[in-house]
């Protein structure tokens, strides 16, 4: 397969409303059976050889320690037990109801007891409709979801390329299923005071001086698949900063900026893999550079921090 194929919004975006939507179920799940991290990054999934996981899960509460696994293959979402059993439930022909309602039904029958603070969609149009009563929401086109899960898995692979160049604190490469993107974040160490008005959520994820990095399928402001870069908080005159390859480019968005590099416009560079892996680092530069982090101390060149090993590679 090429790297990068076409995944045209467009095309898939009824299997892509519905998916979402079967993602904030799992992950309202992860997050309530899952112990909570600094920058909640306990409930983000990660990337299998079939699909997405939620790695395993449970508390000391009676209930067994399982997993939730999306196939994208055989197209079946897997109930797992530490002790071996599982309960699938078939993903296409389903609404994001029957779904719902089908998920919890296999936990139950493998003795998972747990509840869920809000069973609604998390920043999403419909916020207000619980997951149960979704009947609208019901489209599963199997090649659609099996591309989806491709394009993650590839560009995943890069972001762990570029994740290996850095020796700071750093977030895993994951998949959140609020947002439905794909990021890796790196911390400069400093706090920042968020004001008090400010949400839970925000606070938290935003509680230190970051510069993360990833990819979205796009949505209803920007209705096309790209690759981004944000810095926050973000530094004065960042959006100033020049950018490669020449078809990225600053976007404004909530009161800051985005550097954004659409992805059909990697998928048209000689060198897709460099073009990213230079779109990445030149955004990181511009954001660490204005904020004042200690990129020389940073750096990790080819994800080695043994100053032995370093001396044998030169």
């Not at 309202?28 to 939620?54: D, Q």
């Not at 009947?135 to 899960?149: G, K, L, M």
């Not at 994800?303 to 030169?314: A, E, F, H, N, Y």
Request: proline share 8%; hydrophobic share 40%.
């Amino acid at each position: 397969m090429d790297l990068f194929p076409p995944i045209p919004r467009a095309e898939w975006r009824e299997t892509k409303e519905t998916l979402h939507r079967f993602e904030q179920v799992v992950g309202k799940i992860r997050l309530a059976a899952s112990v909570r991290r600094n920058h909640w990054w306990n409930v983000p999934f990660h990337l299998t050889g079939r699909g997405i996981t939620t790695r395993p899960m449970g508390r000391a509460d009676g209930s067994p320690v399982f997993t939730i696994d999306f196939d994208f293959v055989d197209h079946q979402l897997v109930v797992a037990t530490l002790e071996g059993a599982a309960m699938f439930v078939p993903l296409p022909g389903q609404s994001v109801a029957s779904f719902h309602d089908r998920t919890w039904a296999a936990m139950a029958a493998l003795g998972v007891r747990m509840d869920i603070g809000n069973p609604r969609p998390y920043d999403l149009p419909d916020s207000a409709r619980p997951f149960s009563e979704d009947t609208e929401h019901a489209t599963y086109d199997p090649v659609h979801a099996n591309r989806y899960w491709q394009v993650l898995s590839q560009v995943a692979l890069v972001l762990e390329e570029f994740s290996a160049r850095f020796s700071g604190k750093a977030s895993p490469v994951h998949h959140f299923w609020h947002t439905f993107d794909l990021a890796h974040t790196r911390f400069s160490g400093r706090h920042v005071d968020q004001p008090s008005r400010v949400d839970p959520v925000t606070r938290e994820a935003y509680s230190r001086e970051l510069i993360s990095f990833g990819f979205w399928f796009g949505d209803d402001t920007f209705p096309e698949p790209a690759f981004y870069s944000y810095t926050a908080p973000e530094p004065a005159a960042l959006a100033e900063e020049p950018l490669t390859p020449a078809s990225a480019r600053w976007v404004a968005r909530n009161d800051s900026h985005l550097a954004v590099l659409p992805y059909d416009a990697v998928r048209s560079e000689s060198d897709p893999r460099e073009a990213l892996l230079g779109f990445y680092e030149r955004a990181y530069q511009a954001g660490a550079g204005l904020a004042g982090w200690d990129t020389a101390r940073l750096a990790c060149p080819g994800g080695i921090t043994d100053p032995q090993l370093s001396v044998r590679r030169t």
